[in-house]
C-alpha cells in the first residue's frame, strides 16, 4: 500500500483509512529534497505574502482621511481582500496541480508586487477596492508555496518542512501590523505598498535563481475538469472532511479572540494605547515555535494524539483570558495557549491531508483553507455581536465553547475508530 510508504513509522489510523487505493507511481511522489536554505526562503516568501493580506487593519484611519471615506466605510477594505483571498483558494490554488508550480508561485509573486502598486496609486474609494481584492487574490501564493515545498520534500520530512513554512506564515501575520505602522510613521500608508512591492519583485528575482525545478504536474485535463476535482475532493477523501471541520472549529477560536481583543483592552478600564496592544501579536511567536514542531510529530505518526493535547490547551486557554480585566499577565499566558495549540492543530492537518492525496496537494491545500476562511468569518462575526450584547466574558464563553466542541468532536473520533 502506497499510504504505508508516505510515512517512516506507523500513520495515524486516520489517515491510514483515507490516503488506501492510490498507488505510489500514481501520486506523482517525488525522491527530491529541500535544504534548511531553500525552506528558509519559502518560509520568508510565505511571511512577506501573507503581510500582505493584513498591512490595512492598522491603516484604515489614514486610509479614510487620504480619500475622504466615512470611517463606518473603510472597513470594507478588509473585507475586499478577504474576499480576494478566497476567490483565489477556489480559482488559483488549484492551478498548481495542473501547472509548472515553480512559474506559478513566480508569476503570482509579481502580479502580487502591481497589486500593490496599484494599492499605492489608488485615488479613488473603487479603485482601492479593486486593488485590495487582486492583493488578496495575489496572497494565495502561501496555498501554493506550502503545496509546492510538500512536494518537493521527502515523506520523512514532509510534515516538518510545512511546519517550518507554515512557521513563516504565522510571524507574517503577528508582523505585518507592526511593520506597516512603523513603515507609514516614515513614510505614509502608502509608502507600505510600495515597499512590500519591491520586496515582491526582489523575492521574485531570488527565487529564479534557488528555486529547484518543479515536479510534473499530476493533474491531467483542462481547467474546468482541475475546479470539479476540487470539489470531489469533499465528496471522496475522509480525511480532508475531518482536518477541514477541525479547521473551521480552531479557526473560529483564533477569530473570537482576536477579532475582539482590542475592545476590552482599549476600554477605560485599561485603556491600552494600539501600540500596546499590538504587542500582544508577539506572544503568538509561541504558534510560530509550535508548528514546525508539530509537524515533526506528524512525521513519526502522533498526529492525532498531537490534535488531541493541542484541542485540550485551547479550550484551557480561555480560561485566563477571561481575567484580563485584572490580569494583564493573565491574558499573556491565555494568547500563547491559544495562538500554540491553533498552530499546531493547523500543521498536523496539512500534514494528514498532503499524506492522503500527494497527487492533488494543491486542490488539497485551496480545499482545505476555505474551511479556515469559513471559520474566522463566523469567528469575527459571532464575536463582535456577543461582546457587543453580553460583554468579554460572554466572548470567553462563547470561545471555549467552541474549542471544547472540537476536542469532543477529536474524542468522537477517536472512540469510533478503535
Given at each position: ?6 510515512a ?13 487505493g ?13 535544504s ?5 526562503l519559502?518560509?520568508v ?15 484604515l484611519?489614514s486610509?479614510?482621511?487620504?480619500l ?7 472597513g ?7 474576499a480576494g ?6 480559482f ?10 515553480k ?6 509573486l509579481l502580479?502580487?508586487a ?12 473603487g ?30 520530512q514532509r510534515?516538518?518542512?510545512v ?16 511593520v ?17 512591492a ?6 521574485a ?7 529547484p ?6 493533474a491531467?485535463g483542462g481547467?474546468?475538469?482541475?475546479l470539479?476535482s476540487?470539489?470531489q ?26 477579532t ?9 478600564a485599561?485603556s491600552?494605547?494600539?501600540t ?7 506572544a ?5 515555535l509550535?508548528a ?34 485584572s ?11 491559544l495562538?500554540f495549540?491553533?498552530?499546531a ?9 498532503f499524506?492522503?492525496r ?9 480545499a482545505?483553507?476555505c474551511?479556515?476562511?469559513?471559520g ?9 455581536y ?18 471544547a466542541?472540537?476536542?469532543l ?5 477517536e472512540?469510533t475508530?478503535r
Amino acid at each position: 500500500m502506497a499510504c504505508k510508504s508516505l510515512a517512516p513509522a506507523k500513520m495515524d489510523a486516520e489517515t491510514e483509512k483515507a490516503a488506501g487505493g492510490y498507488p505510489e507511481s500514481a501520486q506523482g511522489a517525488t525522491t527530491a529534497t529541500l535544504s534548511r536554505y531553500q525552506t528558509f526562503l519559502f518560509a520568508v516568501t510565505c511571511a512577506m505574502a501573507v503581510a500582505n493580506v493584513y498591512f490595512a487593519q492598522p491603516l484604515l484611519e489614514s486610509m479614510a482621511t487620504s480619500l475622504s471615506v466615512s470611517p463606518g466605510a473603510i472597513g470594507i477594505v478588509v473585507t475586499a481582500t478577504q474576499a480576494g483571498y478566497v476567490l483565489g483558494l477556489l480559482f488559483i490554488v488549484p492551478l498548481g496541480d495542473l501547472l509548472n508550480r515553480k512559474k506559478l508561485i513566480l508569476t503570482q509573486l509579481l502580479l502580487s508586487a502591481l497589486a500593490l502598486c496599484a494599492v499605492g496609486l489608488a485615488q479613488d474609494w473603487g479603485m482601492l477596492l479593486g486593488a485590495m481584492m487582486l492583493v488578496g487574490l495575489m496572497a494565495v501564493v502561501v496555498q501554493v508555496v506550502v503545496a509546492y515545498v510538500a512536494t518537493l520534500a521527502l515523506p520523512e520530512q514532509r510534515g516538518e518542512v510545512v511546519g517550518t513554512v507554515t512557521s513563516g506564515v504565522v510571524l507574517g501575520i503577528l508582523l505585518a501590523r507592526f511593520v506597516s505602522g512603523a513603515v507609514a510613521d516614515l513614510a505614509g500608508w502608502r509608502g507600505v505598498y510600495f515597499v512590500s512591492a519591491a520586496l515582491m519583485i526582489g523575492m521574485a528575482l531570488v527565487l529564479l535563481r534557488t528555486m529547484p525545478a518543479s515536479p510534473a504536474a499530476p493533474a491531467k485535463g483542462g481547467y474546468l475538469a482541475l475546479l470539479r476535482s476540487v470539489f470531489q475532493l469533499y465528496l471522496t477523501e475522509r480525511t480532508l472532511r475531518v482536518r477541514g471541520t477541525f479547521a473551521l472549529l480552531i479557526f473560529a477560536a483564533f477569530s473570537v479572540l482576536w477579532t475582539s481583543m482590542v475592545l476590552p483592552l482599549s476600554a477605560p478600564a485599561l485603556s491600552l494605547s494600539h501600540t500596546q496592544i499590538g504587542l500582544f501579536g508577539l506572544a503568538g511567536v509561541a504558534g510560530a515555535l509550535a508548528a514546525a514542531r508539530a509537524g515533526r510529530l506528524a512525521d513519526r505518526g502522533l498526529g492525532n494524539r498531537t490534535t488531541g493535547v493541542a484541542l485540550l490547551l485551547l479550550t484551557v486557554s480561555w480560561l485566563p483570558t477571561a481575567f484580563v480585566e485584572s490580569s494583564l499577565l493573565a491574558m499573556v499566558v491565555g494568547v500563547v495557549l491559544l495562538d500554540f495549540a491553533v498552530q499546531a492543530v493547523h500543521v498536523t492537518n496539512q500534514s494528514l491531508i498532503f499524506a492522503a492525496r500527494p497527487d492533488a496537494q494543491s486542490r488539497l491545500v485551496g480545499a482545505y483553507m476555505c474551511f479556515y476562511s469559513i471559520g474566522s468569518g463566523l469567528g469575527a462575526i459571532a464575536a463582535t455581536y456577543v461582546y457587543a450584547h453580553f460583554g468579554w466574558g460572554a466572548v470567553c464563553m462563547l470561545g471555549a465553547a467552541i474549542s471544547a466542541s472540537a476536542l469532543l468532536y477529536w474524542i468522537y473520533l477517536e472512540l469510533t475508530s478503535r
